[in-house]
């Protein structure tokens, strides 16, 4: 449970006492949440503030700032937003929303919201330092730029691809005219668009931006730069996209032993090359290592995050897949359940983690034999792809593709068939002949035909 604190200040908006009460009502909490070291963390830097009398200067808020700064960096989301809005509520009752100060706090709010899970309460928040910030220090100052940038981000998580390329293809040309290509910011704003394209199915742009950010950055910023080891990783996975499967592992093996040494196998970014490296492995249908790697991401998921957060759920859904590959279909039936009817509640029946969980629950469903079940649920979630992303998005045309499979299992040939040249046009014009699924379209397509031909012959 994350607790948010309404503060009411006494006589005065300034009063250090109103902010030390409720510094003593975070301690209180922290403590009764076993969160010890960040309660003893706060309790240092209240009692250095007294100790030098600089409760009441901003010296205390600021350093408030730091600790939340700290939180955020570290991932520890519910501690950030709780001393976060803490010292928004403060920043805005001495200063006023405008004040740079209390903007930086808002900030620090929505990356916590972002850290959460919470992206519609994180986009409310970017929005509103978007907006302010514009006004007060222009449209391409850099504090303005980056928050565009986190929004574009939580703009991602919410399945708004269109919104967050717009902006991202903003702050890449404001970057690249006021700082130049070789800056870093730029640099960050070019592997952010390319991520949007991935998940914009556009998966050619994807792989130039990666490959020249990577070639302009390796010589100066070194082979195991975090910036960098993202890029190979956003890489990879748009080889795995393509299916290039090869390149895809041997480039997630070397980012996930860089990032184990350097970050430990703990953290997120670490878990998220486990999470693609085990896709990749199942995707060659090696199912024991697969499962190896995404339970240990899902237990640390939940351990960290939390059951319903959306990377844990996105963690178990990946579980369930491999346990239907193994055959394991009870038990992919109910990891996948869980995961789809706790996104549809937190995330929304349309967003695309949720549409993407629904598709795989279906082709389990008819595994299992269930083709009345798979037929429903192919077919709500096909058509409402359609409508989120696209009739040519490569996650659409997947989702044509296993109802079309199921049509198939229903001796329903005809429906197969048009649904067939659907999905061998689309991956034809979007992935190209010589894509893997491009391939398994035309075999499905052939061998349908083939059937409705000897049916004719009967």
Do not use: C
Request: proline content about 2%; aromatic content about 6%.
């Amino acid at each position: 449970m994350v607790f948010s604190f309404l503060y009411q200040w006494a006589a005065r908006p300034d009063s250090p006492r109103s902010l030390l009460d409720a510094v003593d009502d975070l301690l209180s909490s922290y403590t009764s949440r076993g969160l010890t070291d960040e309660a003893t963390k706060l309790h240092n830097i209240v009692e250095d503030a007294k100790k030098k009398d600089t409760v009441g200067d901003g010296a205390l808020l600021d350093n408030l700032g730091t600790l939340v700064k700290g939180y955020l960096d570290g991932a520890r989301w519910v501690a950030a937003l709780d001393l976060a809005q803490l010292v928004l509520d403060a920043r805005m009752t001495l200063s006023g929303e405008t004040d740079p100060a209390t903007l930086t706090a808002m900030s620090n709010v929505a990356s916590a919201y972002w850290g959460q899970g919470r992206w519609d309460e994180a986009a409310e928040t970017g929005s509103r330092v978007v907006e302010l910030r514009r006004r007060t220090l222009g449209a391409e100052h850099p504090q303005t730029l980056i928050s565009m940038a986190n929004l574009a981000s939580t703009y991602s998580r919410q399945g708004r691809w269109k919104e967050a390329e717009r902006l991202h293809v903003t702050v890449l040309e404001a970057r690249m005219r006021t700082l130049g290509l070789d800056h870093a910011s730029t640099m960050t704003s070019m592997g952010n668009l390319a991520v949007t394209y991935g998940n914009l199915g556009r998966y050619a742009e994807a792989e130039r931006l990666e490959q020249r950010l990577i070639e302009l950055s390796e010589t100066r910023l070194g082979a195991t730069d975090s910036s960098i080891l993202t890029w190979k990783s956003n890489l990879a996975e748009t080889y795995r996209e393509q299916g290039r499967l090869a390149k895809a592992e041997s480039l997630q093996l070397s980012v996930l032993d860089a990032r184990e040494q350097q970050l430990g196998s703990d953290h997120p970014l670490t878990l998220t090359s486990m999470a693609n490296l085990a896709a990749t492995y199942r995707q060659q249908d090696r199912w024991e290592e697969a499962e190896r790697l995404e339970k240990r991401v899902a237990e640390v998921s939940e351990a960290v995050l939390g059951r319903d957060h959306p990377q844990t759920l996105m963690a178990v859904g990946n579980l369930a897949s491999t346990h239907r590959g193994q055959g394991r279909l009870q038990s992919a039936i109910e990891l996948g359940t869980r995961v789809v009817e706790t996104m549809q509640a937190r995330l929304g029946a349309h967003h695309p983690y949720t549409l993407t969980a629904m598709a795989d629950l279906a082709v389990t469903y008819q595994r299992q034999g269930q083709l009345s079940d798979a037929e429903a649920l192919a077919a709500e979630t096909m058509t409402a792809m359609q409508g989120t992303l696209g009739p040519d998005h490569p996650h659409t045309l997947t989702a044509t593709a296993n109802l079309g499979m199921i049509y198939q299992s229903q001796g329903r040939w005809e429906d197969a068939a048009a649904l067939a040249e659907r999905v061998y046009a689309g991956r034809e014009k979007v992935l190209g002949k010589e894509h893997f699924d491009t391939t398994l379209a035309l075999e499905d397509l052939r061998r349908i035909s083939w059937v409705e031909a000897a049916d004719r012959r009967m």
